[in-house]
């Protein structure tokens, strides 16, 4: 696994610390976050409900500013939404008055550029939306949906994919099915991906690098390597490294909940912010 | 750009919150007159004629006088006989509604468009947009006349200032459902403010848009007749205080039965633009 050069990182964040104002208070999101991500890699962040994880994920994509420190793709410091960054939301967010060749044509839209129809041809073919492309996003499963954003993320042709929780909302039977499509996907474009996820089994499954955030303030916690060559077969799933491995990361997250109480509240908080 | 973002959010509910009030919500247009099968059709023309039959024969049965409630044999004998002379009338109301309508669509859509962009502006116009479409404009007719005589412009402007506020009402509705997400998606492709409008939120309001454009034409046309009732020579509304001083009943219906002819063909174009452009939300 090509762990890239650690003092050159494709991307680096820097004590990134993010805090929102709101009505009822300033909010510390993030909290002097720093974190490497070497190019080729799949890194996961998991962690606790609340503890910034789309927060920090934002801030990669440029999306969000930062409060302070900073972030910086193949060493230029991120400012603003960035061409060589790919997003993939939660929930498809795919724009439904749109069907799917024109969801996949929007970011080209956007950027008035031509779309590369071989490359879009490619990709519809590895996520088996073949014949798809005259349907709205209502007539498709979630599992279906959650593919054609996958493309339209992909068919800029980023160097960088950041996902964020993107098969949370799926039953689990299509969540394994889309990590053994994202892992397909990076076998043939070795795209660095930042994976954002609330199941652990889904981070190792995935990831070279998993990477816990401790409640918030979210800060990095704890980094585990995952060591399993690829393709990673289901049955590794099953052997007793992953389930030690699986346990100690939720001990780590679970141990973050049980600190005490006055720590706990604003977390309590940011869970009715967003559910 | 630090510092004023929005915490991230995701609702979980799907997109757009226009399922509240039934007479906001396109699917007032997907339970409309949809055409099902032959057998409904045949249902509903057997009923027609049932009442219409009914009526004629009650109406015979009791000599009930013609100025009272003429039969319904003779207000399609008025329809077709006075048709002629009524033709123009209905251009002239036609002409007022659609050129009212346009005018106050058109401005009430800018204004929408502008103000939801500007949450503290929207706050302090709001109040007066609310007193602008629950004040009925037929009650200003009178005095537009003083000002502007008994030709199209009073009317003109009565039809475009009851529809324009209806149009703007709901239009806002629809700007204002803002997904932050589907905004964020934009931006991350570096979308300008521009692109956003045009790309997310205008398809994401146009549901709204057309409930509003479809509800301001209405409004429209209840204003355009009432203007004509008030005063001026010529238009549908005209027709109606003529023939009913006249006792003219089954020509007075005949003039009712163009009206609601016209109310029903507004709802079915609005229908089908929705149909075919904001079906994604029914």
């Avoid at chain 2, 049965?61 to 409630?69: D, E, G």
Wanted: glycine share 10%; net charge positive; hydrophobic share 50%.
């Amino acid at each position: 696994m090509n762990t890239g050069d650690a003092r050159n990182p494709k991307l680096g964040v820097q004590a990134a610390t993010k805090i929102y104002h709101t009505a009822s208070g300033d909010l510390l999101a993030l909290d002097r976050c720093s974190l490497d991500v070497s190019a080729n890699e799949i890194v996961s962040i998991v962690g606790p409900s609340g503890c910034g994880k789309t927060t920090l994920l934002w801030s990669m994509s440029g999306l969000h500013g930062l409060t302070s420190g900073e972030i910086r793709l193949d060493g230029i410091k991120i400012t603003g939404p960035h061409p060589d960054i790919g997003i993939v939301f939660q929930e498809a967010n795919l724009l439904p008055w749109r069907n799917l060749d024109a969801n996949i044509r929007f970011p080209f839209e956007i950027k008035g550029e031509k779309p590369d129809r071989a490359w879009i041809a490619h990709l519809l073919n590895r996520v088996g939306l073949d014949g798809f492309g005259g349907k709205f996003p209502r007539e498709l499963s979630g599992g279906m949906q959650q593919r054609a954003a996958i493309v339209r993320a992909l068919a800029l042709k980023p160097s960088v994919l950041l996902m964020d929780e993107p098969f949370g909302a799926l039953d689990s039977f299509t969540r394994e099915e889309m990590n053994r499509l994202v892992e397909e996907i990076w076998l043939d474009t070795k795209t660095t991906i930042v994976f954002i996820t609330h199941s652990i089994e889904e981070a190792i499954f995935l990831s070279d690098r998993v990477v816990v955030l401790s409640a918030r303030p979210g800060r990095v916690a704890k980094e585990y390597r995952v060591p399993f060559a690829r393709p990673r077969s289901l049955e590794i799933m099953a052997t007793k490294e992953v389930f030690d491995l699986t346990n100690r990361i939720k001990m780590d997250i679970v141990g973050e909940r049980t600190r005490p109480k006055a720590l706990e509240r604003p977390s309590a908080e940011i869970v009715r912010i967003r559910p | 750009m630090s510092g004023g973002d929005a915490i991230p959010e995701f609702s979980k509910s799907k997109s757009g919150d226009g399922h509240e009030v039934s007479l906001t919500n396109l699917s007032a247009f997907a339970s409309g007159p949809g055409i099902k099968s032959g057998k409904e059709v045949a249902a509903i023309l057997a009923v027609a004629v049932i009442i219409i039959g009914g009526i004629e024969l009650a109406l015979r049965l009791f000599h009930v006088p013609l100025y009272i409630m003429p039969p319904p044999s003779s207000i399609a004998y008025a329809l077709f006989d006075e048709f002629p002379l009524i033709a123009p009338h209905l251009g002239y109301t036609l002409v007022e509604l659609v050129s009212g309508f346009t005018i106050g669509a058109i401005i009430g859509l800018v204004l929408a468009a502008v103000i939801t962009q500007f949450p503290f502006a929207e706050k302090i116009v709001a109040p007066y947009i609310l007193l602008l479409v629950t004040t009925p404009m037929l009650a200003l007719v009178p005095l537009l006349i003083l000002r502007f005589g008994f030709g199209y412009t009073p009317r003109i402007i009565a039809v475009a200032l009851a529809a324009g506020p209806m149009v703007m009402i709901n239009a806002a509705t629809g700007f204002r459902r803002v997904d932050s997400a589907k905004i964020a998606l934009a931006r991350s492709y570096g979308a300008s403010t521009l692109q956003i409008f045009w790309k997310i939120r205008a398809p994401m309001a146009l549901p709204m848009i057309l409930v509003g454009l479809m509800i301001g034409a209405i409004f429209g046309l209840l204003t355009a007749v009432g203007a004509e009732m008030v005063g001026g020579g010529f238009g549908l509304g005209n027709r109606l205080t003529t023939y009913s001083s006249m006792i003219q009943m089954p020509q007075f219906f005949a003039v009712v039965l163009i009206l609601s002819t016209l109310g029903i063909l507004i709802y079915v174009l609005f229908f089908l633009i929705g149909k075919k452009w904001a079906s994604w939300e029914a």
